[in-house]
């Protein structure tokens, strides 16, 4: 794939790392699931594996972790792999959970943090490490790693080549074909979904063109100086959503919010009734959409677009509303998660040139994790 992201003298060095992992390294990323080990594991929880005692996932992590999680759970289900999971996105067990989940022996728990450092999938640890000794933990070290010594717990060490600390939202696809891969190995699914991932990597690097950047580009400038809420069905909520958001208000600096499409429709869309300050909706729609959905989806369209003359008459929108739609019309899950999401990073990307601004390390000084330096100007 040709460059087409212009150089900008003055780009913040976050958006230099962003050109270059979304020209050279996303698509590579993709096959890029080998970058862990296995050794760390436990004879005896080894044993549960092999004799197909989880039937259940629950995996605890923030950010990118959770995103993850959620990206995978998307994928079971869309395969129909009778392997269901939870995605505990902080450390209450009474609220995020049933605790009951927990205690059954048939659930595995996976504590997920790249650095090893959030301090909520440690606390997590020590509020069901009582409860059950089904645990491991999926980290490139830090304190989780130490915790694994102390209390002899399975390990799974993440071994990316080529991680870039301060944002790991980047490095989510690989995780996710990581995980797949891992849970390959143990016998958790059947395939490992290597060659599925090769083609739709082939399939990006060939569709993924020039019009297609110029209209990530032009979606920016729309997009500009707007709050931005993105809108799809429970499965793409689920799975690319949460992601595409990160992005939006980690790599652009903006602000940006997801919600489920029906939903949407049934409260929030009453916020767009005559906005003073800019709104953007970024819709995607599914070409298996059921037509409830589709005909849902255009009818809102529609609506705020100012096409039914009726509502026209009563709000005054003026230029403050902006409609984005994107369609998901590849032949595969793996194409239309993959597909977009490339399609929503140059967006982000754009959008984030056109802001330039300088990031303050919030993210360090309000996470508690000592991964993030604070003498970091990226």
Known sequence: MESAVEKIISMQPRLKIYQKFIEKDYLKSLSQNKDYSLAGLKDELKQKIKNKQFKRIVFCGMGCSAAVGQMLKGFLINQKIPLSVEVVNGYDVDYLIDKQIIKDNKSLIIIKSYSGCSQEPIKFFKK???????II??????????????YNISIIRSKLKNHIKQYDLLHAPQHFVILLDIFFKLGLIKRSFEKELTHTARYIKKEFNQEKIKTAKQTAKKLKNRQIVFLANPQWHLTLLRLVVMHFNEMAATSACANLFHEFTHCEVTSF????????????????????SKNKMENLVDTLSQKHKRLTQDFSRGKNIEIVKVNLNQDSFLKKLFFSLLLMQYVAYFLGCDYNIKSRQLISQTSFNPWYSKSDKK
């Open 137 to 150: 933990f999926l980290t490139s070290g830090g304190e989780l790693e130490q915790i694994a010594v102390k």
């Open 128 to 134: 069901i490490k009582k409860i059950t000794n089904n």
């Open 273 to 292: 009734s005559a906005p003073k300050m800019k709104l953007a909706a970024v819709i995607f729609q599914d070409s298996s959409e059921d037509e409830y």
